[in-house]
């Protein structure tokens, strides 16, 4: 099973540089957001910096797993190769698998340059243990999103998955307080901000990195919104098969 998983990682990850747009997107967008809200801000307070530093890595891990799976996978529906993988004894477990590896290599790349810009532009400060603390808190904050990004990719054409893609995250990113100042947040943000998975996902990595102490709720929507995403895109998967092989 490993080395099925390999072999669809290799060949997604392929594609992707194949046209690289996706990456370049990735990189570029949580980039010039650090650039334009964190750096000139609050790049001169330690802590704050930090915490801003988090949120754009989480920034850019939203945009591979949510817009770049969605994308993804509906474009490859729409080609003659994908119902033909499917007939394959391998199963979906590994074409799942290899896109979310596929996409976690493109949100290591895209938050490299963000931890550049960090660690030259601000006074941002983590320890090597504190960095890989928030490694594994950004993989573990990036799952409902690409859950939702295998959902939409599955259910829509790709035109329609390009939109609706956009639509959830910019919403997502700006309900959860991604974008301002993000410890202390407008009212309306404040109150819808904990039952969104970027919220969640956001104070994990702030506990990593920066030893600001999460909050149990937005913890636990990050939790449902995970589990609730994962049995979506299940449904979408074997929906989207069962039209196929009518």
Do not use: C
């Amino acid at each position: 099973m490993s080395s099925l998983v390999w072999t669809h990682t290799r060949y997604q990850f392929l594609e992707q540089l194949r046209v690289p747009i996706a990456i370049v997107a990735s990189v570029f967008f949580p980039t010039i957001s650090m650039l334009a809200f964190v750096v000139p801000f609050t790049g001169d307070d330690p802590l704050m910096a930090t915490v801003g530093t988090a949120s754009m890595t989480l920034f850019a891990v939203m945009s591979s797993s949510l817009m770049g799976l969605a994308i993804g996978v509906a474009d490859d529906r729409g080609k003659p190769w994908d119902p033909y993988v499917r007939t394959l004894p391998a199963g979906p477990f590994p074409r799942f698998a290899g896109r979310m590896l596929t996409s976690l290599a493109i949100m290591l790349i895209a938050v490299v340059p963000v931890v550049l810009v960090a660690a030259f532009l601000t006074a941002a400060t983590a320890t090597p243990l504190q960095l890989l603390s928030g490694l594994g808190a950004l993989i573990v904050g990036a799952l409902p999103f690409m859950m939702l990004g295998l959902l939409v990719g599955y259910a829509l054409p790709s035109k329609a998955a390009i939109a609706v893609s956009q639509v959830l995250f910019f919403p997502i990113a700006i309900g959860g307080g991604m974008f301002g100042n993000p410890l202390d947040p407008p009212a309306f943000i404040g109150a819808v901000a904990p039952y969104l998975p970027s919220r969640g996902a956001m104070e994990l990595v702030w506990a990593a990195t920066a030893g600001v102490p999460p909050r149990p709720l937005p913890l636990v929507m990050l939790a449902v919104w995970t589990v609730a995403g994962a049995a979506a895109a299940v449904w979408a998967y074997r929906r989207d098969e069962g039209r196929r092989f009518r």
